[in-house]
């Protein structure tokens, strides 16, 4: 970034400027690019989630069944998640610049198209086009940042993206529901109309170019992780729906994910041009750090994913009192995450940061695992800023330090894995979270049912309420909404005490990583 440098004071010694702390791609206007970047990385991220809501709403307009309208969520994943891994190789062959560009405006077009859809055939369409455009945008939002700032910014550079990532999830469906409320539900797609607009023209004029690469596109390596990840979501997706392993259905999705799985690591292992460069998983720093996104993305979307119907089912809160509930958690995401940035420009080892973080999440989930039906407003609050401290310190440090030591060149490709493994995670996340809920709803259910007799009860008697007739009939119906309140209470309590051992159980790997360690300096890269 250009800029006019302050005049010394007679008698200063001005140290010399340091060679290697420039940037890969230096621009003119810096700040401005980055506002364009991180407008079109919060488009991205909140459309994971902003049309979560809204769901109920597309539902009789389209014309779609309670399980088929899921395909709208579905398959905007599906298609991100296949896309993904080829950010690298499109990047190197086409150009990171032309990408980038024609990423964010086929997303905005493909917004449009799911704002106008008429029914779920094409909603289902236009919502997997905004999906593959979208599944570039991530990956190259974070290389872009990292190659535009000097080395020793990039923790700050880090922080600033780390927001987006983590606050779009908290503001997505709150601003989906205040859309869908006011509006309609395709204001929920056509909003992304204006933000998007406003990135494109951004990027247009301030975007540099990088050097083109040529590398051969891996075929059988891309159709292998294709396999994988769409077998995995499918499996995920329609689990619960057809019984898991009871339905032929799911061991056909559990065999093709297998044997996806297995045939992508062979290959990538053997292959003399696979689609990753192995490079990439002989970092240490950089395979943990693979690790912890599926962690994050675990705890970050599963927890988001669970408290908004929890709010709103069990503590009556609306859809604007849920958003203002669950801000304090994004509020925490900002403070440690600037604090995170502050401790890596100054060189503190990232691992006991990253082990702090975790271990501060622990915490807040230990707190949700004591919520009860009376926990006041307060209480949500405090559990939901805790978190949020904790996950602003595991993020900053564990990217800076995948990034600390890996090549240039190979930051597009890193990037998109270290974005698929979070999604991964989430995926697995919010799927595992919500069997655990319906199975431990049913078994405290069951539970709390048997203890309903005559003796338990100071109301009603329930041994004769039949006498009653249609009273007696609503008051067992009343005492029946009690028990599923108190059941589903209990279940979620569970949800968060599974996460919170699982967050627990991460704790020691940050310390399997090395010690943060400042890459060498950059290759010259012409401009085209």
Known sequence: MASA???????????????????????????????????????????TTIANVAIPHMQPSLGATADTVTWVLTSYIIASAVAMPITGW??????????????VAGFIIASMMCGAAQNLGEMVIFRAMQGVAGAFIAPLSQSFMLDTTKPSRHPQMMALWGMGIMIGP???????????????????????????ALALSILIANLPHRDLRKRRFDLFGFAAIAVALTSFQMLLDRGQQVDWLASGEIWLYLFLMISGAWLAVIHLATAKNPLFD??????????????????????????????????????????????????PRGIGV???????????????????VVASGFLITTISLWQMSHWSLAADYRTIVISGLTQGLGMGLVFIPLNVSAFATLKAQLRTDGSSLLNLFRSVGASAGISLMSVMLARNLQTSHSNLGSHISSN????????????????????????????NRQAAMIAYIDDFYLMMWMTMAAIPMAFLMRRNKRAGPPPPVSDH
Do not use: C
């Open 5 to 47: 440098a302050r005049p010394a004071r007679p008698g200063t010694i001005v140290p010399p400027a340091d060679p290697a702390d420039e940037p890969l791609l230096p621009v003119e206007n810096h700040m401005l690019l980055i506002v364009g970047i991180m407008a079109a990385s919060l488009l991205q991220i909140l459309d």
């Open 90 to 103: 499109l990047a190197d062959r086409i150009g990171a610049r032309r990408l980038f560009i024609t990423s």
């Open 170 to 196: 908290i503001l997505g469906p709150v601003i989906g529901g205040w859309l869908t409320e006011s509006a309609s539900w395709r204001w929920v797609f056509y909003v992304n109309m204006p933000v998007g």
């Open 278 to 327: 192995t490079e990439l998983f002989k970092d240490r720093n950089f395979a943990i750090a693979l690790f912890f996104m599926i962690a994050i993305g675990v705890i970050m979307f599963a927890t988001m994913a669970l408290l908004p119907p929890m709010l709103q089912n069990l503590f009556n809160y609306s859809v604007i009192d849920t958003g203002l509930v669950l801000m």
């Open 334 to 352: 900002l403070i440690s995450m600037q604090m995170a940035g502050l401790l890596m420009r100054k060189g503190v080892d990232s691992r006991p």
């Open 456 to 483: 338990t009860s100071s109301i009603i008697d329930v041994t004769t309420i039949d006498r009653f007739q249609a009273i007696g009939d609503i008051a067992l119906k009343l005492v029946d909404v009690e028990v």
